[in-house]
């Protein structure tokens, strides 16, 4: 379950590998909620994160990815000026029964 996060980036000391890095060894599918506004994250990461998914072991085919058109970064932060009330609700809605459908209770 990823609420906007990079998916590609500079690796440091800190962050040695990005998301994509480790797509190949995900045994389980991903639900990714980004907004299309969301100018920290370009939206052909996105793509490229689901075209290596696709590619993966057939759990991680199962991956998911919801872009929401008018919503920036942090669109579920209701105490920022980016929150996105419909966004929000729809994202936590999908999350629930992402985490339902996965057998998490």
């Given at each position: 379950m990823a609420w906007y996060g990079r998916l590609f980036g500079n690796?440091?000391?800190?962050?040695?590998?990005?998301?994509?890095?480790?797509?190949?060894?995900?045994k389980v599918p991903v639900l990714g909620l980004y907004g299309r506004q969301?100018?920290?994250?370009?939206?052909?990461?996105?793509?490229?994160?689901?075209q290596a998914l696709a590619n993966d072991t057939p759990p991680a085919k199962n991956s998911q990815f919801v872009v929401y058109d008018d919503a920036p970064h942090a669109f579920f932060a209701d105490y920022r000026?980016?929150?996105?009330?419909?966004?929000?609700?729809?994202?936590?809605?999908?999350?629930?029964?992402?985490?339902?459908?996965?057998?998490?209770?």
């Open positions: 690796k440091t000391e800190n962050t040695p590998s990005n998301p994509i890095d480790q797509a190949s060894q995900l969301d100018q920290s994250i370009p939206q052909d990461t996105i793509e490229q994160m689901k000026p980016s929150y996105r009330k419909a966004d929000a609700e729809d994202g936590w809605k999908r999350a629930l029964a992402w985490f339902r459908e996965h057998g998490v209770k």
